[in-house]
C-alpha cells in the first residue's frame, strides 16, 4: 500500500469512528477539504482517534474496511449525496450486476411466491440479488438466491457482527460465505428504527434497479424505491390485489409514476434491456 493511500486509509477509519452514517456535512466538509484535512478536524474536536484499534476491533469481528479509494468499492455510492465514509464488509462484494429486491417484513403467499420467482431468476442469470436483511421479503430474496447457488448482499442497520433479526443467524453467516454483509456502523452497534432508512440509500445506489416485491403504505421499501428513483435508476413495482393492504404501497408508487409496473420475470428483464 503506498504511503498516501495508507494515511487515507487511517483517515476514513478515524472519520468512520467519530461520524453517524448519512452525514451530509461531514460528507461536504471531505468534498471541500479532502479526507485528511477532515480527519484532522475530528481529532482536533474529538480528540484522537486510534485507527489501528478500530481496524482490529473490525477484523476480530471476520470485517474489512472498504473505502472508495478501493477497486472493490461500488461505484454507484458515488452518486449520493452523502456517500458512506467506508463500509464494513464482511465477505466479499460480487463483481456481477447487482438488483435491490425489497419489500414487507410481513408478505403474502403471493408476495413470497413473487420474491423466490424473481431472486432465483435473476440469480441463474448471474445477477447479485440484494436486499436488507430483514424478515419477509428481504429474507425470502436473499435464501432462494442462495438456494440456486447465486450470489447475495445483505445491507445492515447493524454492525455486521449483530445478528437482526436474530432468527437470521443462519441465513447471515451462509451470505457471509456466498456474497456479503455490509455496513456503516461499527462492530456491537445495534440496529434502530432511523438507521433503517439511511441504510436504504446504499441499497439503491449499489445496485442497477429496485424492484419493490410486496410493500404497505408506510413499507420502508417505498423509501428505497424513491431514494432510487431520484438517483435515475429504474423502479418496479408488481401490483397487487386492490383489497390488499400489503399491495398498497407498490399501487402508490406506480400511480406516482415513481416505478414502473411488471407483472413477471421476463417484463423486468425486457426492460433493463437484457431479456
Request: hydrophobic letters at 45%.
Amino acid at each position: 500500500m503506498k504511503l498516501l493511500d495508507e494515511k487515507i486509509y487511517r483517515a476514513r477509519l478515524q472519520i468512520f469512528r467519530a461520524t453517524l452514517p448519512g452525514d451530509r456535512r461531514i460528507s461536504q466538509m471531505i468534498q471541500e477539504r479532502g479526507v485528511l484535512d477532515t480527519a484532522q478536524l475530528i481529532n482536533e474536536r474529538e480528540g484522537e482517534i486510534d485507527p489501528a484499534e478500530i481496524h482490529q476491533k473490525i477484523s476480530e469481528v471476520g470485517g474489512t474496511f472498504l473505502t472508495p479509494e478501493c477497486r472493490q468499492w461500488p461505484i454507484g455510492l458515488a452518486d449520493l449525496s452523502s456517500p458512506p465514509v467506508g463500509l464494513i464488509v464482511k465477505g466479499a462484494l460480487p463483481q456481477h450486476p447487482m438488483i435491490a429486491l425489497v419489500g414487507t417484513r410481513n408478505p403474502t403467499h403471493y408476495g413470497i411466491e413473487l420474491a423466490r420467482n424473481f431472486a432465483s431468476g435473476f440469480a441463474d442469470h448471474g445477477w447479485t440479488i440484494v436486499s436488507g436483511g430483514a424478515l419477509g421479503i428481504d429474507t425470502e430474496a436473499h435464501q432462494s438466491a442462495l438456494a440456486v447457488g447465486g450470489e447475495t448482499v445483505a445491507v445492515l442497520a447493524s454492525g455486521v457482527d449483530i445478528n437482526y433479526p436474530a432468527s437470521n443467524e443462519k441465513l447471515f453467516n451462509e451470505i457471509s460465505i456466498n456474497g456479503a454483509l455490509i455496513s456503516e456502523a461499527m462492530p456491537g452497534v445495534a440496529a434502530k428504527p432511523e438507521k433503517f432508512l439511511i441504510r436504504n440509500r446504499i441499497i439503491a445506489a449499489m445496485t442497477s434497479a429496485t424492484i419493490v416485491i410486496e410493500a404497505a403504505s408506510r413499507s420502508g421499501s417505498l423509501r428505497t424505491a424513491r431514494d432510487a428513483a431520484e438517483l435515475l435508476r429504474p423502479v418496479f413495482a408488481l401490483p397487487g390485489a386492490i383489497t390488499s393492504p400489503m399491495s398498497d404501497g407498490c399501487h402508490q408508487l406506480i400511480a406516482e409514476r415513481c416505478a414502473e409496473i411488471i407483472t413477471s420475470f421476463s417484463d423486468a428483464l425486457e426492460l433493463l434491456g437484457v431479456g
